[in-house]
């Protein structure tokens, strides 16, 4: 890997954990488990619609991984890392459908994914169906902010485009 990518990569990353601690150190907006803003997710979204899905990819891994050792506990990376899984996957596959327009639809979709990945780990984990009754709430926090992370990835996305190239 050239010394360029691989150091806009650590930046890319090193962002995505620091608003990841800004957004932990916020008292939940609601009291349902699993309900959060996800503005780390604002730098996934700028690395797939100007970058690269691969370095979207590894820059989620490591802020995964990171933040599961730096502020988490073990069992929330299987958490994170299913929800942050299953929200690249889809994001990627509606930023391809709509050729890299509207960004806030790409959010919402990734949103409404994390939180299915969520919830489908805690359920393998408890083998509680009481644990879907969740979904409704994970549904519509799931698009709601998501919607919001998209639209905050399409302003920033523009002002840090420029630093982003898949081909360094």
Do not use: C, W
């Not at 009291?31 to 370095?55: C, E, F, M, V, Y």
């Not at 994170?80 to 899984?85: D, E, N």
């Amino acid at each position: 890997m050239p010394l360029k990518r691989l150091t806009t990569l650590a930046l890319y990353t090193t962002l995505s954990l620091a608003i990841y601690a800004l957004e932990s150190a916020i008292p939940p907006l609601v009291p349902i488990p699993g309900i959060k803003l996800g503005l780390a997710n604002i730098i996934t979204l700028i690395l797939l619609q100007h970058g690269s899905p691969r370095d979207a990819a590894l820059v989620l891994a490591a802020r995964i991984l990171l933040s599961t050792l730096l502020f988490g506990q073990f069992i929330s990376l299987a958490y994170s890392l299913t929800g942050g899984i299953f929200s690249l996957l889809a994001m990627f596959l509606i930023n391809r459908l709509l050729y890299g327009k509207m960004s806030f639809l790409t959010g919402a979709v990734g949103g409404l994914a994390h939180n299915a990945g969520q919830l489908l780990v805690a359920f393998a984990l408890t083998a509680t169906p009481g644990v879907l009754t969740y979904l409704p709430f994970l549904i519509l926090s799931g698009i709601i902010t998501g919607f919001f992370t998209g639209l905050a990835a399409s302003f920033a996305g523009r002002r840090l485009s420029y630093i982003i190239s898949s081909k360094s």
